[in-house]
Structure formats: C-alpha cells, structure tokens
C-alpha cells in the first residue's frame, strides 16, 4: 500500500514536504477526449443550425460541463467563458457587473473625471457580446485597459442553473434569445452581438426543477443519459489513459465498472448512486495506490485497494456501509 499519511503517527515530522502523486487534473477534463451519444451530437448540431442555447441535462458527472470545453475544442474555438450560477444570480450578473460603491468613493474623494465605464467589469456572455463586436463599435462601453482581442465567436456556459432564483430564466428571455444587453449605468446603452459572430451558449441543469415554457421554447433540449458499461470503459479509458497500460488487460477498470453498475441497480437501495466521476476517482485511486490495472479487484492483493479507496465511490455513511458490504462479498466471489 502506497500510504501517503501513514497509519501510525510519525515521531518526527519529515525533513522537507512530501512529494504528492501528480494529478492531472487538465487530463480528466481534456475536450480532445470527449466521448459523446449520438443523440447528443445531434442536439449540439440542430443547437448550432439554429443559433439557440442548448439546454442539458443529467446526473453530475455524466459530462454537461465537459461538454462545452469540447464544442469550442471541435469548432476551433478559444476555451469556453463560464458563468456560475450562484443562488444569488440575476439577470444583470450574466453579462455584466457594476462597482456603484467604489464610483461612489472615489467621486467623494475628488475623483470626478474617470469615466463611468471604467467601474465596469464584464461576465461570460455580456464578454462574449463584446468579442463579436469591433472594438471601435463598442469602444465609448469599454473600460480603459480593456484589450480588445479582435471580433469572434464564443462558447458560453452557463453552468447549473438551477441554483438560480426562480425568476432568473424569464429575466434573460429576450437577451438569450436576441443576443444583447443595456447598461443603465451608461444611459442605458445597449450592445448587441454581431450576427455572423453570433455566441454559442450551453446551459446545464442538475435537477429535475421545471424551467419556464417560454424559455424552453427558446432551447434546445437534452437529457444526457447514463452511460451503459461499455461506453463507461471506454470513459475511463480515454480520462485515465495516462495510468493505464498501453495496449493492456485493462481488468481492474472494468471490474471497477461492472461493480459500480451493480451498485446503482434499484434493488441494492443505495440514496446516492455513483456517477462517471466518482467510478473515475475510484479507478484512479485505486491505481495511485499501487493496484495493477491488468488484475481483477478479486485478487487478494488488489481488494484491499478497492475497499481502502471506497471513500471515491460511495458519497453517504449509510451507502458506504451497504457498498462495503458488497464489495466484500462480491471481492469473494459471490453474489451482490
């Protein structure tokens, strides 16, 4: 076992920091590895012939977020602007933010000459408005400093907006749909996006909280489902292919998987089930911890790996205790 915090406290303290094992982190959400549904290809297509948002769908993990890095990555574009919904969130907040408080303080410290503008900072789609714009178009709105990268296309995401308030969808209905924006701050001026540069915007949604009609209407829709067991080692093939062994007997994962998939079936009774991204983590600890990918979990050497690193796999106390039990008796040969 390649413990890094050891089982018995230490005597003395090391003489330098520990090495930590690399992770690749940029590996696990690398768009050039995206593996996608045939449904979902569609969706993105009819998305883009029709210039409107798409809206996913999903279980966490099954690739929502992952799936906007990978539209920019296959259209050539720059790396997605990312808005994250916050609890908070309004309309305003997807496009742009105004400091009132600091124009304010400096104004009553003599400071009457700055430009308005310049208390402006832009978010992900008022940020993409702008890059499909000339920078002398829109050049009385930008903020001094402002670098201004040429006009461009953009891939937003607009990523779990279910933690948004209620009236969030309706507020954004025309903007998202008419691709523009006003600033009161600046009487009310209002940019919009150049139609040949027009952005791409990817919503996602974790729950199943109903959306307005209007604002599905402006949608595409789809729901990502959960992988089956082959395209699920064929995930964690391409995530994890850095640990794994070339041209290998790829055992361990699909042990891994063939568990997991057990795991989520109803009659198992587990509250939270695992995703793509805890069978990943528990793969890739497994591994880190010195388990041979080319050996079944039912090795006697390997099964303590698999229990050790349960942690990755089962979220909840009560699931963790009926996952265990399970891998004990399965690690055995028998039935779960």
Same mark, same amino acid.
């Given at each position: 076992?390649?413990?890094?915090?050891?089982? %018995? $406290?230490?005597?003395?303290?090391?003489?330098?920091? /520990?090495?930590?094992?690399? #992770?690749?982190?940029?590996?696990?959400?690398?768009?050039? =590895?995206?593996?996608?549904?045939?449904?979902?290809?569609?969706? /993105?297509?009819?998305?883009?012939?029709?210039? %409107?948002?798409? @809206?996913?769908?999903?279980?966490?993990?099954?690739?929502?977020?992952?799936?906007?890095?990978?539209?920019? #990555?296959?259209?050539?574009?720059?790396? !997605?602007?990312?808005?994250?919904?916050?609890?908070?969130?309004?309309?305003?907040?997807?496009?742009?933010?105004?400091?009132?408080?600091?124009?304010?303080?400096?104004?009553?410290?003599?400071?009457?000459?700055? !430009?308005?503008?310049?208390?402006?900072?832009?978010?992900?789609?008022?940020?993409?408005?702008?890059?499909?714009?000339?920078?002398?178009? +829109?050049?009385?709105?930008?903020?001094?400093?402002?670098?201004? *990268?040429?006009? @461009?296309?953009?891939?937003?995401?607009?990523?779990?907006?279910?933690?948004?308030?209620?009236?969030? !969808?309706?507020?954004?209905?025309?903007?998202?749909?008419?691709?523009?924006?006003?600033? $009161?701050?600046?009487?009310?001026? %209002?940019?919009?996006?150049?139609?040949? &540069?027009? !952005?791409?915007?990817?919503?996602?949604?974790?729950?199943?909280?109903?959306?307005?009609?209007? &604002?599905?209407?402006?949608?595409?829709?789809?729901?990502?489902? &959960?992988?089956?067991?082959?395209?699920?080692?064929?995930? +964690?093939?391409?995530?994890?292919?850095?640990?794994?062994? /070339?041209?290998?007997?790829?055992?361990?994962?699909?042990?891994?998987?063939?568990?997991? @998939?057990?795991?989520?079936?109803?009659? /198992?009774?587990?509250?939270?089930? $695992?995703?793509?991204?805890?069978? *990943?983590? #528990?793969?890739?600890?497994?591994?880190?911890?010195?388990?041979?990918?080319? *050996?079944?979990?039912?090795?006697?050497? %390997? =099964?303590?790996?698999?229990?050790?690193?349960?942690?990755?796999?089962?979220?909840?106390?009560?699931?963790?205790?009926?996952?265990?039990?399970?891998?004990?008796? #399965?690690?055995?040969?028998?039935?779960?």
């Amino acid at each position: 076992m390649n413990q890094i915090y050891p089982q %018995q $406290p230490s005597r003395q303290s090391p003489a330098g920091p /520990v090495n930590l094992p690399v #992770w690749n982190a940029r590996r696990m959400q690398d768009p050039a =590895s995206y593996i996608r549904d045939p449904g979902l290809v569609d969706a /993105v297509n009819v998305a883009l012939i029709l210039r %409107q948002p798409l @809206m996913v769908t999903g279980e966490p993990g099954t690739g929502k977020t992952v799936l906007a890095a990978s539209i920019a #990555w296959e259209l050539g574009l720059r790396p !997605p602007l990312v808005f994250e919904t916050k609890s908070t969130s309004q309309a305003r907040n997807l496009f742009y933010e105004y400091d009132a408080l600091g124009r304010f303080t400096s104004q009553s410290s003599g400071n009457t000459g700055i !430009p308005a503008s310049n208390y402006l900072s832009f978010n992900a789609l008022g940020e993409a408005i702008l890059r499909t714009n000339t920078a002398q178009k +829109i050049s009385e709105i930008l903020p001094s400093g402002y670098a201004h *990268l040429g006009q @461009m296309r953009s891939v937003v995401l607009i990523d779990e907006i279910e933690k948004a308030p209620r009236d969030f !969808p309706n507020d954004i209905l025309n903007e998202i749909e008419r691709m523009y924006f006003r600033i $009161p701050e600046l009487g009310n001026a %209002q940019i919009e996006a150049d139609p040949d &540069f027009y !952005p791409i915007v990817v919503m996602t949604n974790n729950s199943e909280k109903s959306l307005p009609d209007a &604002f599905l209407r402006r949608c595409i829709y789809y729901n990502i489902p &959960f992988p089956d067991e082959e395209r699920l080692n064929a995930v +964690i093939l391409n995530r994890l292919r850095d640990s794994l062994p /070339v041209d290998g007997d790829l055992v361990l994962a699909r042990d891994a998987v063939r568990f997991a @998939m057990e795991m989520r079936d109803e009659s /198992v009774g587990i509250e939270k089930k $695992p995703g793509t991204a805890e069978i *990943l983590n #528990w793969v890739s600890a497994m591994i880190q911890l010195g388990a041979a990918p080319n *050996l079944t979990i039912r090795d006697s050497k %390997q =099964s303590s790996f698999a229990i050790r690193s349960l942690s990755a796999l089962a979220k909840i106390g009560i699931d963790q205790e009926i996952i265990l039990r399970a891998l004990k008796i #399965w690690c055995d040969g028998g039935q779960t």
